[in-house]
């Protein structure tokens, strides 16, 4: 089963993806209970961006300690 996390432009794409090939797929949002089954987890939320194309990593960094949480115990 493979996880996404941040189920944003990029994740819904890569989802449909892994899906369309014959993965069962679940996301955090939709289904966290499953989701820490996962055996592969993408972190897939959109980086908001300011006009100068600085990227703010906040958002993922975020989401990423508490995939690991969930997925690590």
Excluded: Y
Excluded at 26 to 50: G, H, M, R, W, Y
């Amino acid at each position: 089963m493979i996880g996404f996390a941040g189920m944003t432009h990029l994740g819904w794409v890569q989802a449909a993806v892994a899906a369309e090939r014959g993965h069962k797929v679940v996301s955090l949002e939709q289904n966290p209970d499953e989701f820490a089954k996962c055996e592969l987890v993408f972190i897939t939320l959109d980086v908001p961006t300011d006009p100068d194309g600085t990227g703010h990593f906040e958002g993922v960094e975020t989401l990423t300690r508490e995939v690991l949480e969930m997925t690590t115990g």
